[in-house]
C-alpha cells in the first residue's frame, strides 16, 4: 500500500482510512494510494469566464467559478547548467467544471526523460497479515466504546457540526457515530460539492496519462515500512481514544470562514494568476489533521516519528538525482510543498540549484 503525503485531494483523508482499506483490498491485490499534487505552467489565455452558482441549504451562495478550459499556471523550474527540472505545482480543490488546457505541459513531458510525483510511504502487511486482519476491520471509522460525536465534542463544536450539516444537506445518520476527523472530512466532500469545488484528481490523471502515451519512465519516491500484526494494532486502535478535535476544528473553520479564499486560489490556479497564487494564505489544516493521526499508539508503536522532513529529503533526492542525469525531467506537487521557504524547492535551493519563478514564503 502506498500512502502518499498530503493526504488528500479533498481534505485531509486520514492515513488510517489508507492504511485500513489496504489490508482490506490486499487479498485481491488493489492498493490505494492518496495522492497531493502540485502544479504549474506558462500556459496561453484564457477563455473568458463564466459564473457557477452553488445553492447551499436556504442560503444561496453565488460565486464565480471559472468553467471551460483553463491553462493552470506556468511551470516553475530548477536548474544547474543546462539540465532543468519543471515543476507542476497543484492546487486542491479546484472548479469542478474546469478543462485544464495541457498542451504546454504535454511538450515538455515530451522532451522529458522522467516524471517525478509526490514521495509516499508503503506498507506492507503480507498476504496472511492481511486477512487475518479484516474481521477488526468493522466499525473501525466509529468512535471507542459506541460513543456519539455530541459526546466527544464540546456543546459549542456539536452546535457549529449540525448547522454545517444542514447548510450543505449532509443526511447521513451513520457519521453521528463516526470519530470527528472522519465526520469532518466527510462534510468537506459534501461541502466542495455543493460550492462546485472538485479535488484536483483529474489534473493528476491527466498528467498520468500524458506519461504513459509518451512512455516516459515515473519515478516514486517512497520509503517502506514492514507492519506486523495488523490486526492487534486495528483492534487497539478502534479501542483507543484520538485526539483529533483540532483537526475537526480546522474543517470547520474552513467551511465557515474560507468559501470564498477557497473559491479564489482555484480560480487563480485555473487561470494561471501565479500573482494571486502567491498572495494568498493557503491553510495548514493538513498538518494539524496529519499530526493528530500518527499521535496515535497505531503509529507510535511502529516508530514513526516526523515523516514530513524524512519525506522531503526522499523526494530532493530523487530530484537531485534526476537533474545530475537527466537534461529534462517534469513533476508534480501539491502547493504546499513549494512555497514555504522550508519546502521542496527550497531544499533544493540550499543544494546550489538555482530556481525560476518561485517566490518562497517565509513560516
Not at 489565455?45 to 442560503?59: K, L, R
Not at 522532513?309 to 517534469?330: E, I, M, P, Q, Y
Request: hydrophobic share 40%.
Amino acid at each position: 500500500m502506498r500512502l502518499h503525503t498530503g493526504l488528500e485531494s479533498v481534505g485531509i483523508e486520514p492515513v488510517i482510512t489508507a492504511v485500513f482499506s489496504r489490508v482490506r483490498k490486499y487479498a485481491v491485490g488493489l492498493s490505494i494510494s492518496l495522492v497531493s499534487s502540485f502544479v504549474a505552467a506558462q500556459l496561453p489565455e484564457t477563455q473568458p469566464d463564466a459564473p457557477a452558482t452553488a445553492s447551499v441549504g436556504e442560503t444561496d451562495i453565488e460565486e464565480v467559478l471559472v468553467v471551460g478550459e483553463q491553462p493552470g499556471p506556468q511551470l516553475w523550474q530548477v536548474h544547474k547548467g543546462d539540465h532543468r527540472l519543471y515543476v507542476l505545482a497543484m492546487e486542491s480543490p479546484l472548479p469542478k467544471n474546469m478543462e485544464w488546457k495541457s498542451s504546454e505541459v504535454e511538450k515538455i513531458v515530451a522532451q522529458s526523460q522522467e516524471m517525478i510525483t509526490p514521495p509516499s510511504m508503503k506498507f506492507e502487511f503480507g498476504f496472511w497479515g492481511s486477512i487475518g486482519a479484516l474481521p477488526a476491520l468493522i466499525g473501525y471509522r466509529n468512535n471507542p466504546d459506541g460513543k456519539k460525536l455530541n459526546e466527544v465534542l464540546s456543546p459549542e463544536l456539536y452546535a457549529r457540526w449540525v448547522a454545517l450539516k444542514e447548510k450543505y444537506h449532509l443526511d447521513d445518520k451513520s457519521l453521528e457515530k463516526q470519530r470527528p476527523i472522519f465526520a469532518a472530512n466527510a462534510l468537506y466532500k459534501q461541502a466542495l460539492d455543493k460550492i462546485g469545488l472538485a479535488p484536483n484528481d483529474f489534473i493528476r490523471w491527466k498528467l498520468e496519462l500524458i506519461v504513459k502515451q509518451q512512455k516516459i519512465p515515473t519515478n516514486r519516491p517512497e520509503l517502506q515500512h514492514q507492519m506486523s500484526d495488523a490486526g492487534k494494532k486495528i483492534r487497539k486502535f478502534k479501542a483507543s481514544p484520538l485526539d483529533d478535535s483540532a483537526c475537526f476544528t480546522t474543517y470547520l473553520d474552513r467551511l465557515e470562514s474560507d468559501i470564498d479564499g477557497m473559491i479564489a486560489r482555484a480560480n487563480a490556479w485555473a487561470r494561471g494568476d501565479i500573482e494571486t497564487i502567491l498572495s494568498l494564505p493557503h491553510p495548514e489544516e493538513m498538518t494539524t489533521c496529519a499530526q493528530a493521526i500518527m499521535s496515535a499508539d497505531f503509529f507510535k508503536e511502529e516508530g514513526m516519528g516526523d515523516l514530513t522532513g524524512v519525506l522531503r529529503n526522499a523526494w530532493v533526492d530523487a530530484a537531485v538525482a534526476a537533474l545530475d542525469k537527466n537534461t529534462s525531467t517534469f513533476a508534480y506537487l501539491p502547493i504546499q510543498f513549494v512555497l514555504p521557504s522550508d519546502g521542496y524547492l527550497a531544499a533544493l535551493a540550499q543544494r546550489g540549484y538555482e530556481i525560476d519563478g518561485v517566490v518562497l514564503k517565509g513560516n
